[in-house]
């Protein structure tokens, strides 16, 4: 199996256990768990061959642990990232450090200068502890530029914070005034 192969699996992991579980007719429960037998099954339908063994491949590649196995291996989820109604994580509500940095693309400066960070269709704003990740993330969508945020002072002030298990971290919105441009 090459890279490009999982790369590719990936994607249509994220795009089932985080947005459309419904496209492939899977159920997810309100932590994002689905069956593993029911996820290979709904694939088989849309014409997709999937295997434990690949899913496990996928998982354990995974650059940023997008996704995470249940002690039992029955079950996989998505460790961050949904749009989904009807999934809600409990993550880890914590004290973030002081700086958490915010990967966008300079087209939406303008934008952001206005109305802060907004989730959009995901559940929360996506920060990363450090600013190679808010780089790369940025990147997706055009000329990267970096924001710095104020996160601790955030919380001082009764903004929740949330870490997900792979160490992104999540609040839902973030006010330009604790935003500052790299
Ligand atoms: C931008 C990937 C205009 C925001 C990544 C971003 C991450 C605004 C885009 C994870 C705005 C939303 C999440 C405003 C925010 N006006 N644009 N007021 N507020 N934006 O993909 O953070 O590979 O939903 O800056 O690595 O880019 O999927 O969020 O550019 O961890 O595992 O609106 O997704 O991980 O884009 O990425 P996204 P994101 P995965």
Redesign the pocket.
């Known amino acids: 199996m090459n890279s490009k192969q999982l790369n590719e699996v990936s994607k249509f992991l ?1 795009y089932v256990l985080r947005h459309e579980p419904q496209s492939i007719g899977l159920q997810l429960d309100t932590e994002g768990w689905a069956e593993i037998d029911c996820l290979i099954s709904g694939a088989a339908k849309e014409g997709r061959t999937l295997d434990r063994e690949l899913i496990l491949a996928v998982v354990s590649s995974s650059d ?1 642990k ?1 996704f995470a196995i249940s002690n039992d291996a029955q079950y996989i989820r998505a460790v961050q ?1 949904h749009s989904t109604d009807g999934v809600n994580l409990q993550h880890a509500e914590k004290e973030p450090p002081e700086f958490l940095y ?1 990967g ?2 300079t087209r ?1 400066i303008e ?2 200068q206005q ?4 989730s ?3 559940h929360h ?2 920060l990363s502890q450090d600013i190679a990740t808010a780089v790369a ?2 990147q ?2 055009g000329k990267p530029v970096v924001l710095k945020i104020e996160a601790l002072r955030m919380y001082q002030q009764g903004f929740k914070f949330l870490k997900a298990e792979n160490d ?1 971290w999540l609040t839902s919105h973030v006010p330009n005034f604790f935003i500052h441009q790299e």
């Open positions: 994220s940023k997008r990232g915010h966008t693309a939406f934008s952001i109305q802060g960070l907004i959009g269709s995901r704003v996506h993330v940025g997706r969508y992104v």
